[in-house]
């Protein structure tokens, strides 16, 4: 399963990417660190299955990265985000 937390450096995200890591899955957080903080997920880099797109990556963004997640847990809140499945 591909999970992806919005808001996933932050207090709740942070615990729930830790557990779904636990649990064997895969995690993408997405989180620009207004609020969170990069220490809350530095023990989870290195992690099988752990990917991080950080505010460069919505700056730069392309705007748009090719995440395809089976579930998305959001937690940031604030900010809008447009999830595209396969074939959208
Ligand atoms: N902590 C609680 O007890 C509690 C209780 C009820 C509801 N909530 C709600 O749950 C949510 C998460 O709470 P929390 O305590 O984990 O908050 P938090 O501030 O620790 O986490 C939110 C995360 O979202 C990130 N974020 C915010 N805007 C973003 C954006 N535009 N793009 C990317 N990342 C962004 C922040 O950097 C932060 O890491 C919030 O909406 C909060 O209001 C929390």
């Keep these: ?22 649990q064997g899955q895969e ?4 989180d620009d660190l207004s609020t ?3 220490d809350n997920i530095a023990h989870l880099v ?9 505010r460069e990556t919505q700056q730069a963004g392309a705007g748009r990265v ?8 959001q937690f940031m809140a604030d900010g809008p985000i447009a ?5 959208d």
């Design 1 to 22: 399963m591909i999970n992806l937390i919005t808001g996933g450096a932050g207090f709740i995200g942070s615990y729930l990417a830790e557990y779904l890591l636990d």
């Design 46 to 54: 290195g992690r099988k299955g752990f990917t991080y797109y950080g």
């Design 83 to 87: 999830v595209y499945g396969s074939g």
């Design 66 to 73: 090719e995440l395809i997640p089976h579930v998305v847990h």
């Design 27 to 30: 995690v993408i957080v997405l």
């Design 36 to 38: 969170g903080s990069f």
